[in-house]
């Protein structure tokens, strides 16, 4: 008999708002969003644990963390009009962003036309801005991933050939039946490893395109990647173990026309360089 138990993520859609997008750089039409884990069984909810309130933009689909007392108003939850939005939830909001925008609008003339410390501030914002979204899908709960369920597939059906061979195969052959359950159990092994790996690979794989479009304008060196990413692991935060250099440096080549550029060290470390 099979009892059905899950863990899921339930989303209340609060309202529509207007605000800036680190990821995008740029004012954004967002959801505001309620997050709770639900722990249920036979479909009866047996708790509720609140993950915490969210804004998601409508263009990136990056979910960042938010207070509700920032906006004067909720729209609509299928209202998505940039100006209504701005008219309706934050009327002030150009004129907040006003030196913002000037700062993205000097990026785009010109990626290293910025000063050090803005363009550090600016490099390491979309880290910051990213770790709510991260911390929140490692609250999600553990699920099954196609890793996980092919692993689990795999050692059921060696379990299953297993007695099925000793029973079926000619003498000569029996000495198969053991590799076969070994299989099984390396098989269960790698089933285990990877249905625990779940929550945080799926939010890397989440999070890794939203940063390389955020840092994609600015261009950045491997070392100021290498230096984002050893700050974040030094405030120990979840994302900071997340990422991996080789990996972003991928994405921001597959987001952007050009790319990444290389530090002198870099070029000098090449072969044939």
């Known amino acids: 008999m099979f009892i059905h138990w899950r863990v899921h993520r339930v989303e209340e859609v609060v309202g529509s708002v207007a605000d800036f997008c680190p990821i995008c750089r ?11 884990r639900v722990s249920e069984i036979l479909f009866v909810p047996l708790s509720r644990t609140a993950l915490g309130r969210f804004v998601r933009c409508l263009a990136c689909g990056a979910t960042l963390a938010a207070d509700d007392s920032q906006y004067a108003a909720f729209a609509g939850a299928k209202e998505d009009d940039l100006e209504t ?15 913002r ?57 060696a379990l299953v050939a297993g007695p099925w061979m000793a029973r079926k195969l000619p003498a000569p052959w029996q000495w198969l039946v053991g590799p076969v359950l ?62 991996r250099i080789g990996r972003l440096r991928a994405e921001l080549q597959a987001v952007s026309a050009a790319p990444p550029r290389s530090s002198p060290r870099d070029a000098a470390a090449r072969p044939g360089s």
């Open 182 to 243: 070994g299989l099984a159990i390396a098989l269960g092994a790698y089933t285990l490893f990877e249905f625990f790996r779940n929550p945080g690979r799926a939010a890397g794989k989440r999070v890794l395109p939203l940063l390389a479009r955020a840092l994609a304008p600015l261009q950045p060196l491997q070392e100021e990647l290498a230096l984002c990413i050893y700050h974040c692991r030094n405030e120990r935060w979840k994302i900071g173990r997340l990422v």
């Open 26 to 36: 740029a004012l954004r039409a967002f959801r505001f969003v309620k997050v709770e």
């Open 85 to 99: 939005l701005i008219a309706t939830t934050r009327p002030g909001l150009r004129a907040e962003r006003a030196e």
């Open 101 to 157: 925008l000037a700062l993205e609008e000097r990026l785009r003339r010109s990626p290293d036309g910025l000063a050090p410390a803005q363009r550090a501030d600016l490099l390491f914002e979309p880290f910051e801005a990213l770790e709510a979204m991260v911390r929140s899908r490692l609250k999600e709960g553990i699920r099954f991933d196609a890793y996980s369920g092919l692993g689990c597939g795999g050692a059921v059906a």
